[in-house]
């Protein structure tokens, strides 16, 4: 392995860590390991591998690489974000507790309320911008908060370290979703978070082409707990999305400075838009927690939501079906810049009441914005609010 350490710069990380030349042909790329079973030279004789459930030496390198990212002793990847959601929700057991953000991603939401709810498990949504209803909310069966931060689609922040300050002496694990910001800009570990969640499809991956999910702790017995979930529900990803996202975080640092000043400019503009209402970026200065985002994160992301016009969803419609450039779809992270309608596609789970009470408007889009010429992107960004 490259002399990778843990005083190594991110980019370094990001190209390195977890990984070695194959040992049987030197090649510099981790191999793809598509094999199901391992021979065996003897009974019980084997080189560490016996089922690829449980060990995959492509797995084993971006489970590595992804924990040198995050300054985490382990990583843990399975196949979809929710796959490792639902794990981590499987540490837990019947009459616990989970505080969470009111405005988290839909497919959370859903499988908390809808999922988990009917096996005994109690949770709470909260407004995760004020510590205080986050701490006014925590029981004595409270095991765990979850938080993501930025918010998906609200750009609404949690101050990472004064939650922890609130969970710790309450023995309660603190959970953040970094799939938006990254360990590029954002280290939730060093903040004293116990667990950093990220849906590898987007930011990490990069490029559009996988679905994967991975969990990054330092706390030896969750990781005991979580590698036995791993291996015994069995939602492991395939060594070939295990390659394609180690391919997507060598870039991963040059990839996020593109995101981030692509958006910063673009946020700018829709600020100024007289066809846009209300624009939720923390880079902007008008943001309500633009200083939070300062001092918790190193940039701010590639993720823009607007509301056009009057916030129905006939303005959201007509500048979502003008976008040209932008690529009307679900999902975000990718090197191509997407436009989604979250009430219809990415948050349809959620209760339109449920929405409209936190500002959520029916017309609300959101865009992640790509790292192509940002004189297209705003070309393309201003032509589709030319319709209202």
């Known amino acids: ?25 030197g090649a510099v790329m981790t191999p793809i390991y598509q094999t199901s079973t391992y021979a065996q030279e003897s009974l019980g004789n084997h080189k560490g591998f016996e089922y690829a ?53 839909g497919g959370t939401y859903r499988l908390f309320d809808k999922v988990w709810k009917r096996h005994g498990l109690d949770f709470t949504f909260v407004d995760a911008t004020s510590v205080d209803a986050i701490a006014a909310a925590c029981k004595p069966n409270t095991k765990m908060i979850f938080v993501e931060t930025p918010t998906n689609p609200l ?11 609130v969970a710790k002496p309450k023995g309660i694990r603190v959970v953040v979703d970094n799939t938006f910001m990254t360990p590029y800009f954002q280290r939730p570990l060093e903040l004293g978070a116990d667990v950093a969640f990220h849906s590898v499809t987007k930011y990490l991956n990069g490029h559009s082409d996988m679905i994967g999910g991975a969990l990054l702790t330092s706390d030896d017995a969750l990781h005991e707990q979580l590698r036995f979930l791993q291996n015994a529900a069995g939602a492991v990803p395939g060594p070939m999305d295990c390659f394609l996202c180690l391919r997507g975080t060598k870039t991963l640092a040059v990839r996020m400075q593109r995101h981030d000043e692509n958006a910063r400019e673009l946020a700018a503009i829709l600020e100024k838009h007289k066809a846009v209402t209300r624009v939720f970026y923390p880079g902007l200065a008008s943001h309500p927690q633009h200083e939070l985002a300062k001092r918790q994160a190193s940039g701010f992301g590639g993720m823009i939501s607007f509301i056009p016009g009057d916030g129905s969803l006939e303005a959201g419609r007509k500048v979502f079906n003008r976008f040209q450039l932008f690529t009307r779809a ?20 959620v209760p339109r009441e449920h929405r409209l009470s936190m500002g959520f408007e029916d017309g609300l889009l959101r865009l992640s914005v790509g790292i192509e010429d940002v004189a297209d992107l705003r070309a393309d960004l201003e032509q589709a609010l030319g319709g209202l």
Do not use: W
């Open 1 to 25: 392995m490259a002399n990778v350490t843990s005083k190594s710069g991110i980019s370094t990380k990001a190209i390195h860590a977890g990984q070695h030349p194959d040992p049987t042909t």
């Open 53 to 105: 459930r449980t060990h995959n030496a492509t797995r084993a390198a971006l489970e590595g690489n992804l924990a040198g990212l995050e300054g985490a002793k382990y990583g843990l990847s399975f196949g979809s974000g929710l796959a490792a959601t639902n794990a981590l929700i499987q540490t837990l057991s019947t009459g616990d507790h989970v505080v969470c953000g009111q405005n988290t991603y």
């Open 155 to 165: 750009m609404q922040l949690t101050d990472i370290a004064a939650v922890v300050k």
């Open 330 to 349: 679900e999902s975000l992270g990718g090197v191509e810049s997407l436009v989604c309608h979250p009430a219809s596609m990415t948050h349809a789970s």
